[in-house]
């Protein structure tokens, strides 16, 4: 994930943005794609070995953290940080703007 | 229908993916994978879908295992492993399965492939050149021309193969790139 000159993160990949949005609770790694899958109606269904690489990357970030509990560490459970919260925040900011543009130059109408 | 056993050789595992997908779509269901022999037990037709994943080391190492765990806790099994090849499969009723599901992830396994099989193909070539093959070469001129080339052509033959991925694996880079360049 490329890094704007300011150290802000760029905009997130869909994976990612979505896996943040799972983990304001809690939740192991089948959790989070039940769940990415069912806020997009069905439309993101998240690939194992593509959900391990974007849980390996947001814990080097501390966007995510592992929670600490009974160690069964094949059902690892992730939560999101308050730096993971910030980022989120930012990317709302960043899709806004892209709506408002969008909707104002084509006015929502796909043509 | 029992149990069997098919020997058989892949070069392009996507190419053996499909054979095992259509295998299990025949009642056929893959249990376990040693070099080139595959173990199949009946299954109901088209129960379960198969995928293959060259990893980034051997199958065996706690960083694979720690992986190959965390595949297994998302519905699906993993049904053997061989070197750097891990063999998964879910039931076809649980939904589509992928293992990667964006372009990013995609090109990485690609490119995880195309310095493999770069890799393999460099030494080859370099044993070809190297002093030993030099040697080699000298006794094969000593029994004579037609058993020099009987060990220097399946040699070649076994070079083209793996820079015939390498080159396979190339392209797919470079076509997943242009796509990332718009989509994700």
Same mark, same amino acid.
């Given at each position: 994930?490329?890094?704007?000159?300011?150290?802000? *993160?760029? *905009?997130?990949?869909?994976?990612?943005?979505?896996?943040?949005?799972?983990?304001?609770? *809690?939740?192991?790694?089948?959790?989070?794609?039940?769940?990415?899958?069912?806020?997009?109606?069905?439309?993101?269904?998240?690939? =194992?070995?593509?959900?391990?690489?974007?849980? @390996?990357?947001?814990?080097?970030?501390?966007?995510?953290?592992?929670?600490?509990? =009974?160690?069964?560490?094949?059902?690892?459970?992730?939560?999101?940080? $308050?730096?993971?919260?910030?980022?989120?925040?930012?990317?709302? @900011?960043?899709? $806004? $703007?892209?709506?408002?543009?969008?909707?104002?130059?084509?006015?929502?109408? !796909?043509? | 229908?029992?149990?069997?056993?098919?020997?058989?050789?892949?070069?392009?595992?996507?190419?053996?993916?499909?054979?095992?997908?259509?295998?299990?779509?025949?009642?056929?269901?893959?249990?376990?994978?040693?070099? #080139?022999?595959?173990?199949?037990? =009946? #299954?109901?037709?088209? &129960?379960?879908?198969?995928?293959?994943?060259?990893?980034?080391?051997?199958?065996?190492? !706690?960083?694979?295992?720690?992986?190959?765990?965390?595949?297994?806790? @998302?519905?699906?099994?993993? %049904?053997?492993?061989?070197?750097?090849? /891990?063999?998964?499969?879910? +039931?076809?009723? &649980?939904?589509?399965? &992928?293992?990667?599901?964006?372009?990013?992830?995609?090109?990485?396994?690609?490119?995880?492939?195309?310095?493999?099989?770069?890799?393999?193909?460099?030494?080859?070539?370099?044993?070809?050149?190297?002093?030993?093959?030099?040697? %080699?070469? @000298?006794? &094969?001129?000593?029994?004579?021309?037609?058993?020099?080339?009987?060990?220097?052509?399946?040699?070649?033959?076994?070079?083209?193969?793996?820079?015939?991925?390498?080159?396979?694996?190339?392209?797919? %880079? +470079?076509?997943?790139?242009?796509?990332?360049? /718009? $989509?994700?």
């Amino acid at each position: 994930m490329a890094a704007s000159p300011a150290g802000k *993160p760029g *905009p997130l990949t869909e994976t990612v943005y979505y896996v943040l949005l799972a983990l304001v609770s *809690p939740l192991h790694g089948y959790g989070i794609m039940q769940r990415v899958g069912a806020l997009s109606e069905g439309r993101v269904s998240l690939g =194992p070995g593509t959900l391990y690489g974007a849980l @390996t990357s947001l814990v080097d970030k501390a966007w995510i953290e592992p929670v600490t509990g =009974p160690a069964d560490e094949r059902k690892k459970e992730y939560v999101i940080t $308050e730096a993971g919260r910030a980022v989120v925040a930012g990317e709302l @900011t960043r899709l $806004e $703007e892209l709506l408002r543009n969008g909707r104002a130059i084509v006015g929502g109408d !796909p043509r | 229908m029992s149990a069997v056993t098919v020997h058989k050789a892949y070069v392009d595992f996507e190419k053996e993916e499909r054979w095992l997908n259509a295998m299990a779509a025949e009642g056929r269901a893959l249990v376990g994978y040693r070099w #080139c022999s595959y173990r199949f037990e =009946p #299954c109901a037709p088209g &129960e379960w879908t198969y995928r293959i994943q060259f990893l980034e080391q051997d199958a065996r190492t !706690p960083k694979s295992r720690e992986y190959v765990d965390f595949v297994t806790t @998302t519905g699906v099994e993993a %049904v053997a492993s061989y070197g750097r090849w /891990v063999y998964f499969r879910k +039931r076809a009723s &649980e939904g589509p399965f &992928e293992l990667f599901s964006d372009l990013d992830s995609r090109i990485a396994h690609s490119r995880r492939l195309l310095a493999f099989y770069s890799v393999m193909t460099a030494a080859l070539a370099a044993v070809m050149a190297s002093p030993v093959a030099r040697t %080699v070469g @000298t006794v &094969e001129t000593r029994v004579g021309e037609f058993w020099g080339l009987a060990i220097f052509i399946p040699y070649l033959a076994l070079v083209a193969v793996f820079l015939t991925q390498a080159l396979r694996w190339s392209r797919r %880079v +470079r076509e997943l790139s242009v796509r990332r360049q /718009v $989509e994700e």
